[in-house]
């Protein structure tokens, strides 16, 4: 039976939900501080919460992922779309704080390195390689 279609715990469901989202805006910079789970409810959220505090054009938005715990893989092409749409009007999207696991999970889904503004290919694999084996880049 796929994971998905599993019955999960109350703790689960209760982790499965338990991003939480403060936002503040400072003139064109919108910071996000992003803790807990960061799952695709949480994704719908954050883009709820961030559209309207956003400009014409030309707003940076700063994701802090400090106080991340774990990052639903699933979320990954989500947040490249939102950053594909953001770009559309100028916006730039920034992750900061991100830990190595998170980075992880990123990597393993942005194969063109599209959220670390990094360029694809074989510098994808060194920084990946290096994620898991714990070397600093």
Avoid at 3 to 21: F, N, V, Y
Avoid at 70 to 80: A, G, K, M, N, S
Avoid at 119 to 126: F, L
Wanted: net charge positive; with cysteine; hydrophobic share 40%.
């Amino acid at each position: 039976m796929p994971r998905e279609m599993a019955r999960q715990s109350a703790w689960q469901d209760t982790a499965s939900t338990s991003l939480s989202i403060q936002v503040k805006q400072v003139d064109r910079t919108v910071r996000v501080t992003l803790s807990g789970t960061f799952d695709q409810p949480g994704m719908e959220r954050l883009v709820a919460q961030v559209a309207p505090r956003l400009g014409e054009t030309g707003c940076r938005i700063i994701l802090e992922g400090i106080n991340l715990t774990h990052l639903d893989y699933r979320v990954t092409p989500q947040l490249i779309r939102w950053n594909r749409m953001l770009g559309q009007f100028r916006h730039q999207l920034f992750l900061q704080g991100w830990n190595d696991y998170l980075k992880a999970i990123l990597c393993m889904e942005d194969w063109d390195g599209e959220l670390a503004g990094r360029p694809a290919g074989d510098s994808q694999w060194r920084v990946l390689d290096n994620i898991l084996l714990g070397r600093r880049s």
